[in-house]
Nanobody, 124 residues
Framework: QVQLVESGGGLVQAGGSLRLSCAAS????????MGWFRQAPGKERETVST????????YYADFVKGRFTISRDNAKNTVYLLMNNLEPEDTAVYSC?????????????????WGQGTQVTVSS
């Protein structure tokens, strides 16, 4: 089993930055693809960014492209999401997930393990 714990969320003004972390435990996720997803109140969860096992292949949703950067440190069993130039529309609960297949996917049901999420609130 893999446990995922997100951290780094909080309240920030528009234009500000946050770095989210997703720490895995239970087993190494160095061979897993990882993803960040978000869910705003009253909306469905959406894919934000994904990264393959090696870190060489990444995906960004259009609404974060150029502002967010996903990365991973397999030695620390941790994945990060650096969020710059935050907008009020980025307000949501951000969750990370792990997919045992090393190939990243934007399809949420292909991710087996999920964290509880961390709240990000961007004020205008």
């Amino acid at each position: 089993q893999v446990q995922l714990v997100e951290s780094g969320g909080g309240l920030v003004q528009a234009g500000g930055s946050l770095r989210l972390s997703c720490a895995a435990s239970g087993r190494t996720v160095s061979s897993y693809a990882m993803g960040w997803f978000r869910q705003a109140p009253g909306k469905e969860r959406e894919t934000v960014s994904t990264i393959d096992w090696s870190g060489s292949a990444t995906y960004y949703a259009d609404f974060v492209k150029g502002r967010f950067t996903i990365s991973r440190d397999n030695a620390k069993n941790t994945v990060y999401l650096l969020m710059n130039n935050l907008e009020p529309e980025d307000t949501a609960v951000y969750s990370c997930a792990a997919r045992p297949s090393g190939a990243a996917s934007t399809t949420q049901y292909q991710y087996t393990y999920w964290g509880q999420g961390t709240q990000v609130t961007v004020s205008s």
